[in-house]
């Protein structure tokens, strides 16, 4: 019989706690669902989109370069699953494999086949000469810090499911289960079915039975604290929406950077891989002016600019500030509202378990364990495993080796998500220092307001919500780079100055003589006035 009255307690004792873990493990697990749908359709978003670059820009190598476009955004959504990879080295794979594509089909259109050893020379060559510049290391840099707090975000939503259903089916102790069937069958057996536990006794059971499960209560709200860091840190300066679709204008700048070094780099090129199979004539229309086919310096700038220009053009259009769908930001923000209430949920569980129909409250008796009486007259221990040892209802031994196990992951996820933090933070103010700011330094300026929430001048972003809209053209991302070809003023020379050094064309170390560059400002002039 004694059996039978304990396994009924284990069952209902596991049955309550289920209960109150409802709401708060749904909530999770919903939104573990809604993220990683909203993240999928953000990143097939921003893969059609770097589709679409090379087939409407660059249709001689959009065939060859739809599998390495395929393997970037299956490795960023690996790594933000919680795969053992790096962004670092997704992009560099990207790149190396980008790199005798453009080489053979844009710099030097008359090549015919590359050999598998000549390819992998320009894969291996690519480290070295540097062909897209900066934008490799940008583009690692801006993804890194964005989709490094998603895969975290992943993680930690991850480990809330891992704590709640080890909690739930955590198992009694001997101890408990016998206070448990005192506290609610021994009334039973002199029949007072309808006599229910005093307040204060019910309280010291659960608190002894649950002792272990308290012991979560520090690290579980250090958890939720990393829940709303995460869930800031994704909906301010590290926009993971604004990094991603922003994929296709890095890799367009990349490209452009090497097209405009295309002479410098088939020189080195020739010198360490040597020369491959050339074949006369039968240029495409489609690529941009070749060129390493330029003689002059003049020629050379004023068409590929011109070309560079023609393609900025045609890009897709900026996002409207009336589209107020919920975005993957704003579905983050609702979850860590929720979240935020349930900071003291394994402080409160045995209050919450001795609240409602199974103590008396409204009547002028109770049971306390022995007898009817009017009020529980022992002690009323605390929460947590040292106040156990006053508890006049049941020794407790020690804590649980599960929950021991659950509070070192929780522990060792906090403090590693903390120590990542501040070393991530130091080495991109350090980037960001070197590189004089730029697109960092305005990303960082807009802070948790933008348009969603009905604020201003937050500047044109793009939401989620393009994802599901049905048009030829995207909208375009706010840090999308000014035309390179502006109009120049010939009667002043220092604004004709500024104006094109934004627009100098280095090759490998070195710097264009000034009377090169005056003509070339001068025929930027005339393209200007006089366009083609």
Not at 323 to 352: C, G, P, W
Request: hydrophobic share 35%.
């Amino acid at each position: 019989m004694e059996e039978s009255y304990q396994a009924a307690v284990r069952r209902e004792r596991t049955q309550s706690i289920q209960a109150l873990n409802f709401e708060l493990k749904y909530m999770i697990v919903g939104h573990i669902t809604a993220f990683q749908e909203a993240f999928e359709s953000l990143l097939r978003f921003a893969e059609n989109r770097t589709s679409s670059l090379f087939e409407t820009a660059y249709r001689p190598m959009a065939k060859e370069a739809a599998e390495p476009v395929k393997e970037l955004f299956t490795d960023i959504s690996l790594y933000v699953l919680g795969a053992e990879t790096t962004v670092e080295s997704a992009v560099l794979r990207f790149f190396d494999s980008l790199f005798p594509l453009v080489y053979s089909r844009l710099i030097n259109p008359g090549i015919t086949v590359l050999s598998e050893d000549y390819t992998e020379c320009l894969r291996l060559t690519r480290q070295d000469i540097n062909p897209f510049g900066h934008y490799s290391k940008n583009m690692v840099t801006e993804l890194s810090k964005s989709l490094w707090a998603s895969r975290m975000l992943s993680q930690a939503l991850n480990l809330g499911i891992e704590v709640i259903n080890t909690t739930e089916h955590a198992a009694l102790t001997k101890e408990c289960s016998k206070a448990l069937v005192k506290m609610q069958y021994c009334p039973h057996c002199q029949g007072l079915t309808l006599i229910r536990p005093c307040v204060g006794y019910c309280l010291n059971v659960m608190r002894g039975c649950l002792a272990s499960v308290s012991e979560l209560d520090a690290q579980w709200r250090e958890y939720i604290s990393t829940l709303e860091y995460l869930t800031n840190e994704m909906a301010a300066s590290h926009d993971v929406e604004i990094a991603l679709t922003g994929i296709w204008n890095s890799i367009n700048e990349a490209i452009l950077h090497a097209q405009l070094n295309g002479p410098q780099l088939s020189t080195t090129v020739d010198k360490v891989c040597g020369q491959p199979k050339q074949q006369e004539g039968n240029l495409s229309s489609d690529n941009i002016v070749p060129v390493k086919e330029a003689t002059a310096d003049t020629q050379a700038f004023v068409m590929a600019h011109a070309s560079l220009n023609n393609r900025r053009s045609s890009l897709p259009l900026k996002a409207s500030k009336n589209d107020k769908s919920r975005s993957l930001k704003k579905v983050s923000r609702e979850f860590i509202n929720y979240m935020k209430r349930s900071r003291t949920f394994y402080a409160s569980i045995a209050e919450r378990l001795c609240d409602g129909d199974l103590v008396m409250r409204d009547s002028s008796t109770c049971w306390n364990g022995e007898d009817v009486v009017e009020s529980y007259t022992s002690r009323v221990v605390s929460n947590g495993l040292k106040a156990q040892v006053n508890n006049p209802e049941l020794k407790v031994r020690g804590l649980d080796p599960l929950i021991s196990h659950l509070i070192d992951k929780l522990q060792h996820f906090n403090q590693l998500d903390a120590e990542k933090a501040k070393l991530k933070l130091e080495r991109w103010a350090s980037r960001d220092a070197g590189s004089g700011g730029g697109r960092s330094e305005e990303l960082e300026s807009s802070g948790d307001c933008d348009d969603e929430d009905g604020c201003q001048g937050s500047g044109d972003r793009i939401h989620t919500a393009d994802i599901f809209k049905d048009k030829k053209t995207h909208p375009e991302n706010r840090n999308e780079p000014k035309p390179t070809v502006k109009k120049i003023d010939t009667t002043t020379t220092t604004s004709t100055v500024k104006s094109s050094s934004k627009h100098s064309v280095t090759g490998n170390g070195s710097n264009p003589a000034l009377s090169s560059s005056l003509v070339i400002l001068t025929a930027l002039a005339v393209l200007w006035h006089h366009p083609l």
